[in-house]
């Protein structure tokens, strides 16, 4: 069983770079075909695709966020890390990371993580 | 950058009756391989999103078979045949393509 979780700061000011993990269980980063996504969703708002990183490490990102986005990750923690910078109070909302798969083995966005509340807040 | 537009925003559903979601993208989501590249989540109240539908048609591993997906092109229908109280939250529709992947603004479903 596949399983990913969401870990970081619960709050962080304004201006201030934000840094979130994804740990990925049960499945190599390595995969072939395998891809995890960052989501995110303001309070009351739909949801906002950000970033993705795949297996081989090609890197893809929202137009509107590009500039203050960066994907990584650690493949012998099997993590993905997401950084934001230059944080601001519309970025409050809950940071979801999600498996997908790429276009010759796609199979939609599954499983999604629990979600990490991120308040910008001085 | 490919826009998702869903409709209706909303929908208020009496238990046993049908249900159905539209979607509409600004370009065509069919891939080189043949498949639709358009996927449907719900979102439970408090909960994380949940994958329902891929390809377009594709149903996920544990769900139901009331619900299904069709459409071609740039226009998705999500169908629900029989709604359960168990269905209330917000769907989205998305795009996998390309990137950047988008989502449509959402349709919540509520029991009258």
């Known amino acids: 069983q596949v399983t990913l979780r969401e870990s970081g700061p619960a709050v962080v000011k304004p201006s201030q770079t934000l840094t979130l993990t994804c740990t990925v269980s049960?499945?190599?980063?390595?995969?072939?075909?395998?891809?995890v996504s960052w989501v995110r969703q303001s309070p009351g708002k739909a949801l906002e695709w950000l970033a993705l990183?795949?297996?081989?490490?090609?890197?893809y990102y929202s137009t509107s966020l590009k500039t203050r986005l960066t994907i990584s990750r650690d493949t012998s923690k099997n993590q993905v890390v997401l950084t934001m910078t230059n944080m601001d109070s519309v970025d409050t909302g809950t940071y979801y990371c999600?498996?997908?798969?790429?276009?010759?083995?796609?199979?939609?966005?599954?499983?999604w993580g629990p979600g990490a509340l991120v308040i910008v807040s001085s | 950058d490919i826009v998702m537009t869903q409709s209706p925003l909303s929908l208020s559903v009496i238990p046993g009756e049908p249900a159905s979601i539209s979607c509409r993208s600004s370009?065509?989501?069919?891939?080189?391989?043949?498949?639709?590249?358009l996927d449907w989540y719900l979102q439970k109240p408090g909960q994380s999103p949940q994958l329902l539908i891929y390809?377009?048609?594709d149903r996920a591993s544990g769900v139901p078979d009331r619900f299904s997906g069709s459409g071609s092109g740039t226009e998705f229908t999500l169908k629900i045949s029989r709604v359960e109280a168990e269905d209330v939250g917000v769907y989205y529709c998305?795009?996998?393509?390309?990137?950047?992947?988008?989502f449509g603004q959402g349709t919540k479903l509520d029991i009258k």
């Open positions: 998305m795009q996998a393509l390309q990137t950047p992947y988008s």
């Open positions: 999600v498996r997908g798969w790429s276009s010759g083995w796609y199979g939609g966005l599954d499983p």
């Open positions: 049960g499945s190599s980063l390595n995969t072939g075909g395998m891809c």
């Open positions: 990183i795949d297996w081989v490490e090609d890197k």
């Open positions: 390809l377009g048609s």
């Open positions: 370009q065509s989501l069919l891939h080189s391989n043949g498949y639709h590249f």
